[in-house]
């Protein structure tokens, strides 16, 4: 059974950074591209970075570019985010993905709050 963890964030203020960790079980993590999404409640989920499997490619959001950083540790069966200068506006449910057919497989999610 596919399981993916996200760690827990405490609320953080503007400019502050954070660090997020997912942990995979259950599949061939190397083999699958890795994804975070954020999602704001009521809306569509918006994608944020991925990172896709060994070969390292990383592609961005413009919102998050230059402040975000995603990596994954094969190894580890972890992926990572670096969130840095954060935003009010970066607030969000955040999620974990790994890009296994059909649809993927989904963290539960962890809150990222930026508030002042």
């Known amino acids: 059974q596919v399981q ?15 660090s ?25 989920r ?4 991925v990172i896709t499997s060994t070969v390292g490619t990383t592609d961005y959001a413009d919102s998050v570019k230059r402040r975000f950083t995603i990596s994954r540790d094969n190894a580890k069966n972890a992926v990572y985010l670096q969130m840095n200068s954060l935003k009010p506006e970066d607030t969000d449910v ?5 890009d ?17």
């Open 46 to 49: 918006a994608l944020v970075p």
């Open 94 to 98: 955040y999620y974990c993905k790994a």
């Open 100 to 116: 296994l057919p059909p649809f993927g497989s989904w963290g539960q999610g962890t809150q990222v709050t930026v508030s002042s």
């Open 4 to 18: 993916l963890v996200e760690s827990a964030a405490c609320p953080v203020h503007p400019g502050a950074s954070l």
């Open 20 to 44: 997020l960790t997912c942990a995979a079980s259950g599949l061939p993590f190397s083999s699958y591209a890795m994804r975070w999404y954020r999602q704001v409640p009521g809306k569509e």
